[in-house]
C-alpha cells in the first residue's frame, strides 16, 4: 500500500451527557443509553436548519478515549467470544475510532443543538457528523 492519506476532521459539536465514564456505557443506544445533547459549534449552526423534532438521525462521533492501536477484540467485551478483527464488530477501540450512532431528535434549540435519544456517547465525545436516516424510497 502507498503511503496513507492524512485528513483533518474539524469537530461540529460535542456530546452533553450524564454518562461520564466509557466503562459504564451502554455498548449499543438501544441498551438503555440516556438522552443527550448535541452542542453544536455556533460557527455551523444553520446546518441545522430542517432539522425537526421526531427525525431519525445518524450521529457521527470522534472516540477521543479509543485506543487506536487495537486491531482484535473479544466482540462485546466477553473473553468467552473468540478474538475477531475491529471491522467485524462495533468496538471504540479501532484505527479510526468513528462511532455511529442512530438517534432521534427530541427537541431542537437554536442556541445549544439537539437532544437526542438514545445516545451512548459519553460526555465530552466530539460529534463529527449528523446525517438524516433515509427510507428506502429516498436517496
Same mark, same amino acid.
Given at each position: =500500500?502507498?503511503?496513507? =492519506?492524512?485528513?483533518?476532521? $474539524?469537530?461540529?459539536? !460535542? #456530546?452533553?451527557?450524564?454518562?461520564?465514564?466509557?466503562?459504564?456505557?451502554? $455498548?449499543?443506544? @438501544?441498551?438503555?443509553?440516556?438522552?443527550?445533547?448535541?452542542?453544536?459549534?455556533?460557527?455551523?449552526?444553520?446546518?441545522?436548519?430542517? =432539522? /425537526?423534532?421526531?427525525?431519525? !438521525?445518524?450521529?457521527?462521533?470522534?472516540?477521543?478515549?479509543?485506543?487506536?492501536?487495537?486491531? $482484535? #477484540?473479544?466482540?462485546?467485551?466477553?473473553?468467552?467470544?473468540?478474538?475477531?478483527?475491529?471491522?467485524?464488530?462495533?468496538?471504540?477501540? $479501532?484505527?479510526?475510532?468513528?462511532?455511529?450512532? @442512530?438517534?432521534?431528535?427530541?427537541? /431542537?434549540?437554536?442556541?445549544?443543538?439537539? @437532544? !437526542?435519544?438514545?445516545?451512548?456517547?459519553?460526555?465530552?465525545?466530539?460529534?463529527?457528523?449528523?446525517?438524516?436516516?433515509?427510507?428506502?424510497?429516498? @436517496?
Amino acid at each position: =500500500m502507498s503511503e496513507p =492519506m492524512s485528513f483533518t476532521l $474539524r469537530p461540529v459539536g !460535542v #456530546v452533553r451527557s450524564t454518562l461520564t465514564d466509557r466503562t459504564e456505557a451502554p $455498548r449499543q443506544g @438501544r441498551e438503555g443509553a440516556p438522552d443527550a445533547w448535541l452542542e453544536i459549534d455556533p460557527a455551523v449552526g444553520e446546518a441545522l436548519d430542517g =432539522m /425537526t423534532t421526531g427525525d431519525e !438521525v445518524l450521529v457521527l462521533t470522534w472516540f477521543h478515549q479509543a485506543d487506536r492501536e487495537t486491531l $482484535r #477484540v473479544h466482540p462485546r467485551g466477553e473473553t468467552s467470544n473468540p478474538l475477531a478483527g475491529v471491522f467485524a464488530t462495533r468496538s471504540p477501540d $479501532r484505527p479510526n475510532p468513528i462511532g455511529l450512532h @442512530r438517534v432521534t431528535v427530541l427537541e /431542537t434549540d437554536p442556541a445549544r443543538g439537539l @437532544r !437526542v435519544h438514545p445516545l451512548e456517547a459519553i460526555d465530552g465525545t466530539p460529534v463529527i457528523d449528523i446525517k438524516p436516516v433515509l427510507d428506502a424510497t429516498e @436517496r
